[in-house]
């Protein structure tokens, strides 16, 4: 999907998301939350160029619906003039991805983690970098889990789920606020009234009601278990009827 240059142009801030790429890689020092120096390890181009590792972290990304996720092991390259994302290491995580109409979508369970955008040849991640100390941890661990056991109990609401979790039902889950979700809205049961039903009758057997009733744990005289009833609408006769 992306040969990566590292040609003298001004760097981008947006993240493609690369099925080509082995790992993470970011030029942007300031956008790591963490990170540790590295000096002998070194990258190799698309186009045989070798870059030098200058550290491996952690950033911080606000993605399309609202939830900040971690990329781990994200390398730092200073001469880099994109930032990967490499759906590779996804893939080896457990994740899968396909792309449709326009849309690339990262997928883990039931839960879309990251959407890009074609632009060109080229997927562009549908979010932000959360850069410094507003790269909080705070929602990370807690929305993602309140996401997941919402889709797991079939959409339930904020309110059940804070019930369940102080009854201690959902784990370690920590409660918060939910983010909107069109599923939740569009999946709802509507429910329609019944209006008053009108019948013209104007003869007998015109309009009928029945019911069938057992099996009785105790037989009739005659050995019976299920009694069958037919009741005339109009002229309010019953026939009562024993079976087996």
Not at 24 to 42: Q, Y
Not at 59 to 73: A, E, F, M, N, P
Not at 83 to 109: H, P, Q
């Amino acid at each position: 999907m992306l040969v990566a240059t590292t040609s003298g142009k001004g760097v981008d801030d947006d993240w493609v998301l690369d099925s080509s790429c082995t790992y993470h890689m970011c030029p942007h020092r300031n956008w790591f939350v963490a990170s540790e120096p590295v000096d002998t390890e070194i990258v190799l181009m698309g186009n045989n160029t070798q870059c030098k590792v200058a550290g491996i972290g952690t950033v911080h990304i606000k993605t399309h619906d609202g939830v900040v996720r971690t990329l781990s092991k994200v390398l730092h390259i200073p001469d880099m003039t994109r930032n990967l994302i490499s759906l590779g290491t996804f893939k080896a995580n457990g994740c899968r991805y396909s792309a449709e109409n326009g849309v690339l979508k990262v997928i883990k369970g039931a839960m879309v983690l990251m959407k890009g955008l074609r632009q060109g040849s080229l997927y562009f991640l549908q979010g932000t970098t959360v850069i410094g100390s507003a790269a909080v941890y705070t929602t990370l661990a807690n929305v993602d889990n309140m996401k997941l056991w919402h889709m797991r109990l079939g959409y339930i609401s904020e309110k059940g789920m804070t019930i369940l979790s102080k009854k201690g039902c959902l784990g370690s889950a920590g409660m918060g606020k939910l983010d909107f979700c069109e599923h939740s809205v569009d999946g709802k049961q509507k429910r329609v009234s019944f209006s008053t039903a009108k019948h013209h009758i104007q003869g007998i057997i015109d309009y009928i009601h029945s019911d069938l009733w057992g099996p009785s744990r105790v037989p009739s005289f005659g050995g019976k278990r299920y009694m069958l009833t037919f009741a005339d609408d109009f002229s309010r006769k019953v026939w009562v009827y024993f079976l087996r």
